[in-house]
């Protein structure tokens, strides 16, 4: 979560974990406890849709060429420097 934003319905938990994992987890996040720890519970949280996407690896078709969104993104990249 970003600065200033909150939680419309928040839990407060106790919880025990161990040291070296706190630890390692907060020097991975370069966060506090509790943003880790909310970091770690998204992670969580989101990696059913993260398994879904893996299965429709190969599977999904768009009706668009690689090539024509490619050069889409360099027009908008080519406006975005003419401001």
Known sequence: MGEGETIAAAR???????????RKAQE???SGIAQTVRAG?????????YARLLQLRGKAYF?????????DRRL?????YQV
């Open 28 to 30: 991975a996040s370069g």
């Open 12 to 22: 407060k938990i106790t919880v025990e974990v161990p040291a070296e994992l706190l």
């Open 63 to 71: 009706s668009r060429a690689l090539a024509d969104l490619k050069a």
């Open 41 to 49: 519970l998204g992670l969580i949280a989101a990696s059913r849709a």
């Open 76 to 80: 908008l990249k080519a406006e975005s």
